[in-house]
């Protein structure tokens, strides 16, 4: 097998339904323009996303909602491997596989695992073993490069430390694949303290209408001492701003600090601003999403075609783990009584 490109890359995006702008700009963004150059393999995790508390009714319009959004933004299906995680069963395999040289004790240091599992009373294996499901997501097509955001630098470096355990027992075959870290930095949501994030509340999504849009950005938090119309902002601590700076042509973002900063324009305003560049920015990606959704064979189609190319790398590849961790008894000479 050739990887023709510079290098293969895979990522993986857990169904939470329409993708919101910390997707956008943290993951999404940076997959169109690597599609141009590597080797792709973009994947809808819906077998991570079990791990939480989740309505199986739901799961299904999440899968198909995330893979419109991935399909919008531009991901092509005749440059990328697109698919969802379920329909290449071969995932779980190789995560199976890989509990054979994976550490418990590194898996229970995860800050994630430590976070998701402090106030459970029953934690959930899958839960612990969450990285190492990753690492098979990644492996299964021997990608060298995994997009990711900061948050999740600790589970690639495990990923790297079960490839190199894997190796040093059963033979050099996997590479250890690198972060390419997202350029966005942290998106933090509207309530400007966390990460933005669906479970939070605090998105706006991709395919939202204007009048939505608006909806959602006039409630974002703003730099906290500028309480009154009259008082100086500062547009260097304040979230809109910030978000400014992604949607907001470049040559328009000095009068609106020095605005902000003067006192000569309101928040209010600012945030309408703002949010006229995000709607104007989504308006081509919400008419593609539009269209897919009025024709959801054709996402099926992708998403199947996307399987089916999926599943030849990664039968190649089990078929060479399963031979190097001594799975072939049918190879046996038969003997007879
Ligand atoms: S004017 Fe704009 S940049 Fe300044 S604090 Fe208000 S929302 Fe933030």
Redesign the pocket.
């Known amino acids: 097998m050739s990887h023709a490109k510079q290098g293969r890359v895979f990522s993986g995006m857990q169904p939470s339904g329409e993708a919101h702008l910390g997707n956008y700009l943290g993951a999404l963004r940076q997959w169109v323009e690597l599609q141009e150059t590597h080797e792709c393999f973009f994947c809808v995790v819906d077998e991570h996303a079990i791990t939480g508390e989740y309505s199986p009714s739901d799961l299904p319009g999440r899968v198909f909602d995330l893979a419109v959004s991935f399909l919008a933004v531009g991901l092509d299906p005749a440059r990328s491997t697109i698919f969802v995680q379920s329909d290449v069963s071969e995932h779980v395999v190789l995560a199976w596989l890989f509990n054979a040289v994976a550490p418990v004790g590194e898996l229970e240091r995860m800050t994630q695992y430590k976070d998701k599992s402090t106030n459970l009373e029953s934690i959930p294996v899958g839960l612990l073993n969450y990285p190492v499901l990753q690492t098979a997501d990644i492996l299964l097509y021997r990608a060298d490069l995994v997009p990711v955001g900061e948050d999740q630098l600790q589970h690639l470096e495990l990923s790297r430390e079960i490839a190199r355990r894997w190796n040093a027992r059963f033979g050099e075959y996997f590479p250890e694949p690198q972060p390419v870290i997202s350029r966005a930095g942290r998106i933090l949501g509207l309530d400007g303290n966390a990460k933005m994030s669906k479970s939070l509340g605090n998105t706006v999504g991709i395919l939202a209408e204007p009048e939505e849009i608006w909806e959602r950005v006039r409630t974002?938090v703003?730099?906290p001492q500028?309480v009154r119309r009259t008082d100086p902002?500062?547009?260097e601590v304040?979230?809109?701003?910030s978000l400014?700076k992604f949607f907001t042509p470049p040559e328009e973002l000095p009068d609106?600090?020095a605005?902000?900063?003067g006192a000569t324009?309101?928040?209010v305003?600012?945030?309408r601003i703002?949010s006229d560049h995000i709607a104007e920015h989504f308006a081509p990606i919400r008419e593609r999403a539009r269209d897919l959704k009025a024709d959801p064979n054709q996402v099926r189609e992708i998403l199947d075609a996307g399987a089916e190319k999926a599943r030849a790398e990664a039968r190649e590849t089990l078929e060479e783990v399963r031979e190097r961790m001594g799975m072939r008894w049918r190879d046996l000479p038969i003997l007879s009584t």
């Open positions: 974002a703003t730099d500028r902002g500062r547009p304040c979230n809109v701003y400014h609106i600090a605005q902000c900063r324009r309101g928040c305003d600012c945030k703002l």
